[in-house]
Every structure is written in C-alpha cells, then in structure tokens.
C-alpha cells in the first residue's frame, strides 16, 4: 500500500487549505484512514478518522474547523482546513489502516502546511 498526500502550502492566518491523500495498492480490508501532524520539535499527534463505516472523530483542538472527508471510488481522503492558525504549522501526514485479525498501518510522506501570521 503506497499513500500520496498533496494540498500543503504558505497560507495566512485564518485562510484555508484542503489536503488530499490517495491511496493505492492492496486496499481490501481497509479499517480507516486518518490525518496526524507532527509540530516542530513535538510527537506526531492524531487530527481526525474516517472508518470504514463513515463515521468520524477529531482532535478537540481542530474541531469545528477541520473536516475530513474521502471518495471511495478515488481512494481518496481529504482534510479542509479552515481558519487556520500559525500553530497548525506542521507536516501533514495521511494513513490506511488495513486488516481483519491483524491491522497494519501505513504512513504517506508528509505534507508541509505553514500557516503566517
């Protein structure tokens, strides 16, 4: 499974991006898939799921102003990012969780976002 994130960039406070990861390879059995960010210097945090199922979840601290969303028929996830902060600064990062008994994860390369005050 290969993963593909696209959408970062420069953007000013209180602007808005949307970011995409496409997934490809063996996707049968995908669990969910998901967006995390890692900050400077900090651990790579969870921001938002889609399960297999639709449902959703989110970090509190971007709720109500991120969203994820996805086309099953692209493999594609999306995160909008509205009224961004300079501290959603980060590298974006997407992944597929796949399996039954046994879940693996797999990560996509990141995608800068950096958010000028």
């Known amino acids: 499974v290969q993963l593909q994130a696209s959408g970062g960039g420069l953007v000013q406070a209180g602007g808005s991006l949307r970011l995409s990861c496409t997934a490809s390879?063996?996707?049968?059995?995908?669990?969910?898939m998901a967006w995390y960010r890692q900050l400077p210097g900090k651990e790579r945090e969870f921001l938002a799921v889609?399960?297999?199922?639709?449902?959703?979840s989110y970090r509190d601290s971007v709720k109500g102003r991120f969203t994820i969303s996805r086309d099953n028929a692209k493999n594609t996830i999306y995160l909008q990012m509205n009224s961004l902060k300079p501290e959603d600064t980060a590298v974006y990062h997407c992944?597929?969780?796949?399996?039954?008994?046994?879940?693996?994860?797999?990560w996509g390369q990141g995608t800068q976002v950096t958010v000028s005050s």
């Open positions: 889609i399960r297999s199922g639709g449902g959703t």
């Open positions: 992944k597929v969780d796949v399996g039954v008994r046994t879940i693996t994860h797999y």
């Open positions: 390879g063996n996707l049968v059995n995908i669990v969910g």
